[in-house]
């Protein structure tokens, strides 16, 4: 079964903060299996070795190309032929906060448990968000 999944490289959020992309960036993407996506995370995009897999979760017959085009209708997708450093790296998303804020608040109003209070956004939030945006 295909899992999608996203990681996160420190080393090249400092880089594309470096060049006005901002330093939520995220790379999501699709594998066969879980082997096959520890062996991409292991291989690194953007000549980055130091990425780190937050999020994994299964998928049924969905393909990269149409996850990424769902994601790209709600976050911004860093082009790989624009910046060299991320040559063949499809699925690298600049991701705004406050987008990921309100999905945030949204869910905890639809659930009467809890009361609306700011929202603290960690990675596991957002590789959160963009698996819903992508599967959805």
Known sequence: MPLV???????????????????????????EDEAAVKAAVAAGWGGESDWKLIQTKPVDELDEEAALARLGRREKAIDPTYYPRLKGAAGVYRITLTNVQNSLLVAKAMTADEPLTDVKVKPKDIADYMIRNAIA
């Open 5 to 31: 999944y996203v990681a996160r490289s420190a080393a090249l959020s400092k880089w594309a903060s470096d060049v006005g992309q901002g330093k939520h960036i995220y790379k999501l993407g699709i594998a």
